[in-house]
């Protein structure tokens, strides 16, 4: 005999109504109902994911076709030759493994790395490119910010940069709390 799954019963259900086939019946439909409620959960939980997997690389790709397109991946000083510093930051824009573009500023032996990973990217005009950022991203310090670089004859400055939710911090191409030019930085290599 077996049961209205198709398994193995030892029980032989009379084949007309009664309470008991009602219950045992109901108990199958109950089964059969939480079965596919936890395959629908895992469908669903499933393709929302499938779609974030694929629709990074899609803005990858054009984030990085915006980068290359405006010349700037590769190395960026004041001056090439010179140690990084707080000065002479040096500034590299990269393509990570997986496709993310990774910007890195080195300061200098004293002080940190630090990475910014790029999650957008639009040319503004022939001279300036936008873009979004990841600050130390991963991390309980990652912080999205906004900026805009002038760009031309391989040369980079930042001119806007914003914490996204907090105060801009350069505007103009002026360090807002300390009246300072941002750098000009220079390609090298």
């Not at 010349?71 to 000083?77: E, R, S, T």
Request: glycine share 8%; charged share 20%; proline share 6%.
């Amino acid at each position: 005999m077996h049961s209205c799954l198709g398994a193995p019963s030892r029980f032989r259900l009379p084949r007309r109504g009664g309470l008991l086939w009602s219950s045992l019946r109901a108990v199958e439909s109950v089964k059969v109902m939480r079965i596919a409620a936890v395959v629908m959960f895992v469908l669903v939980g499933l393709m929302p994911a499938a779609a974030q997997v694929a629709q990074p690389a899609a803005e990858q790709a054009a984030i990085e076709a915006v980068l290359r397109e405006a010349g700037l991946f590769g190395a960026w000083a004041v001056d090439c030759d010179a140690p990084p510093s707080l000065d002479n930051p040096h500034v590299s824009i990269l393509l990570a493994d997986g496709g993310s573009v990774i910007e890195r500023h080195e300061l200098g032996p004293d002080y940190e790395t630090n990475n910014y990973r790029v999650i957008a990217a639009k040319r503004l005009s022939p001279t300036r490119v936008s873009v979004e950022v990841l600050f130390k991203p991963g991390s309980e310090r990652e912080q999205d910010q906004q900026l805009i670089f002038a760009v031309e004859n391989d040369t980079r400055r930042t001119m806007y940069n914003r914490i996204v939710g907090g105060p801009v911090v350069v505007r103009d191409g002026i360090v807002t709390g300390h009246k300072v030019k941002t750098p000009t930085l220079r390609r090298c290599g």
